[in-house]
């Protein structure tokens, strides 16, 4: 699974490309990159784009990944906006699992709607499927 994860300075989040399967196997390296860039730019707000993803049919998989990414430093209190190229029932499902986790996801076909979202200071609790 290739990725792109750079600091969009203009703005202040952390821009990510995901490219090919996103499954648990290859979150841990990604969750960890991330969380690095979160440290050393103080940065909360992060933009997932993954337009050209595909995420993983295996459910076990899916409800495992907020585990996983709190492992490697995600900490539920970031911000995070997840593009994708349409609605599928399991984005819906990852969004809701880190979402009753705690986490601040919530999921955008639109990039620009999505940077709106994140870089709205206002951070309302988030229900799955708003």
Known sequence: MPYKINYNREHGYIAVTVEGEFALSNL?????????LTKRYSCNRI????????????????????????????????KRALIVSELSSDFHFLETVFVNQGHIVKLF????????????????????GD
Do not use: C, F
């Open 28 to 36: 841990e390296e990604l969750a960890a990159d991330i969380t690095r």
């Open 109 to 128: 076909t639109d990039i620009d709607a999505a940077r709106s979202w994140l870089l709205n200071k206002e951070t309302p609790k988030h229900e799955p």
């Open 47 to 78: 933009l997932n784009d993954m337009r050209h993803a595909s995420l993983t049919k295996d459910t076990l998989d899916i409800y495992h990944m907020p585990k996983k990414a709190k492992q490697a430093g995600i900490v539920p209190g970031l």
